[in-house]
C-alpha cells in the first residue's frame, strides 16, 4: 500500500558490486551479475510499493576509465539485461527508457535499449530510467547547448530561460524531481548523478552493497525519508 509521505521519485546510485565480490573471494564481474538480480528484485518492489519512477544509476561517464575487460563486461551484462528482463518489465506494466549518451555503444545495445523503450511506452505501471554514459554535468551541457542554438535561431529569447524551460531540456524532462537519493555501499558521494535534479534530495545512504540491497533495505530507507523534515529554505512549520 502506497503510504502518502512516501517520495513518487527514487533515484538510487547502485554502488558496491566490486567490493562485495572480492569480499567472496570472486573477481569483480561476479558482483555485477549479483546487481542485476538486485536490480530486478528492486524495481519488482519498487513497482509492487506504488512508487511511479525509479532512476537507477548504471554507467557514469567517469566508467570508461575502468579496465577496458570490466567496461566489456558491463556492456555484455547490459545486453543480456535488455534481453532477458524486458518482458518480465513489460508484464509488470514498467516503462522503461534509458538516460544518457548511448552513441559510444555496440549498435544492437542501442537498438535493445531502443525497442525497449518503443515496447513499453505504452505501460502506465512503474517509469523506471536506466541512466546509462550518464554524467548531470553531460546532461547540464547539452541542455544549454540545446537552448544556445535555440537562442541563436532567435526561437528563444534567453531573458526567457527559466528554471522550467531548462529542466526541460535535461534527459529527465518531463519527469518530477527525485525526492531521495539512494547510495549503497556506506559512499557519499553524489558522482556526478542527477546534480541538476537533486538540487533539495533527501540523501540516503545504505551501507549494504548494492547486491545486498533488498526488498527489506528500500522499505527502511522509504521509513527513513518519511522521518525526514523537508524545508526547501523555509522554517519549520509551527505546529
Ligand atoms: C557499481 O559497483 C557498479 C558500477 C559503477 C558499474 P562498483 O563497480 O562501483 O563497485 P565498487 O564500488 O568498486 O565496490
Ligand atoms: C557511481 O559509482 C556510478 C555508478 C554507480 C554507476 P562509482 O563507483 O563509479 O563512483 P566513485 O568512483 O566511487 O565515485
Ligand atoms: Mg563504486
Given at each position: 500500500?502506497k503510504?502518502?509521505?512516501?517520495?513518487?521519485?527514487?533515484?538510487?546510485i547502485?554502488?558496491?558490486?566490486g567490493?562485495?565480490a572480492?569480499?567472496?573471494?570472486?573477481?569483480r564481474?561476479f558482483?555485477h551479475?549479483?546487481g542485476?538480480?538486485?536490480l530486478?528484485?528492486v524495481?519488482r518492489h519498487?513497482?509492487?510499493?506504488?512508487i511511479?519512477?525509479?532512476?537507477?544509476?548504471?554507467f557514469s561517464?567517469?566508467?570508461w576509465?575502468?579496465p577496458r575487460r570490466?567496461?566489456?563486461?558491463?556492456?555484455?551484462?547490459?545486453?543480456e539485461y535488455?534481453r532477458?528482463?524486458?518482458g518480465e518489465?513489460?508484464?509488470m506494466r514498467v516503462?522503461?527508457?534509458?538516460i544518457g549518451?548511448?552513441a559510444?555503444?555496440p549498435?544492437d545495445v542501442?537498438e535493445?535499449?531502443?525497442k525497449a523503450r518503443t515496447?513499453?511506452r505504452?505501460?502506465?505501471?512503474l517509469?523506471?530510467?536506466?541512466?546509462?554514459n550518464y554524467?548531470g554535468?553531460a546532461d547540464?551541457?547539452?541542455?544549454?547547448?540545446t537552448?544556445?542554438?535555440q537562442a541563436?535561431?532567435?526561437e528563444?529569447?534567453?531573458?526567457?530561460?527559466?528554471?522550467?524551460?531548462?529542466?526541460?531540456?535535461?534527459?529527465t524532462?518531463?519527469l518530477?524531481?527525485?525526492?531521495?537519493v539512494i547510495?549503497?555501499s556506506?559512499e557519499?558521494?553524489?558522482?556526478?548523478?542527477l546534480l541538476?535534479?537533486?538540487?533539495?534530495?533527501e540523501?540516503?545512504v545504505?551501507?549494504?552493497?548494492w547486491?545486498?540491497?533488498?526488498e527489506?533495505?528500500?522499505?527502511?530507507?522509504?521509513?527513513e525519508y518519511?522521518?525526514?523534515?523537508r524545508?526547501?529554505?523555509?522554517?519549520r512549520?509551527?505546529?
Amino acid at each position: 500500500m502506497k503510504n502518502p509521505t512516501d517520495p513518487q521519485h527514487v533515484a538510487i546510485i547502485m554502488d558496491g558490486n566490486g567490493r562485495w565480490a572480492r569480499q567472496r573471494g570472486m573477481p569483480r564481474s561476479f558482483g555485477h551479475r549479483a546487481g542485476v538480480e538486485s536490480l530486478r528484485r528492486v524495481v519488482r518492489h519498487s513497482a509492487n510499493l506504488g512508487i511511479s519512477y525509479l532512476t537507477v544509476y548504471a554507467f557514469s561517464t567517469e566508467n570508461w576509465k575502468r579496465p577496458r575487460r570490466e567496461v566489456s563486461f558491463l556492456i555484455g551484462l547490459l545486453r543480456e539485461y535488455f534481453r532477458t528482463t524486458i518482458g518480465e518489465l513489460h508484464a509488470m506494466r514498467v516503462r522503461v527508457l534509458v538516460i544518457g549518451d548511448m552513441a559510444p555503444f555496440p549498435a544492437d545495445v542501442r537498438e535493445l535499449a531502443e525497442k525497449a523503450r518503443t515496447q513499453t511506452r505504452l505501460n502506465d505501471g512503474l517509469r523506471l530510467q536506466i541512466a546509462l554514459n550518464y554524467g548531470g554535468r553531460a546532461d547540464i551541457l547539452q541542455a544549454a547547448r540545446t537552448l544556445a542554438a535555440q537562442a541563436r535561431t532567435g526561437e528563444l529569447d534567453p531573458a526567457g530561460i527559466d528554471e522550467a524551460c531548462f529542466a526541460g531540456c535535461l534527459h529527465t524532462a518531463g519527469l518530477p524531481d527525485p525526492e531521495v537519493v539512494i547510495r549503497t555501499s556506506g559512499e557519499t558521494r553524489l558522482s556526478n548523478f542527477l546534480l541538476w535534479q537533486t538540487a533539495y534530495a533527501e540523501l540516503v545512504v545504505a551501507a549494504e552493497c548494492w547486491p545486498d540491497f533488498d526488498e527489506a533495505s528500500l522499505e527502511r530507507v522509504l521509513a527513513e525519508y518519511r522521518q525526514r523534515e523537508r524545508r526547501f529554505g523555509s522554517v519549520r512549520r509551527e505546529s
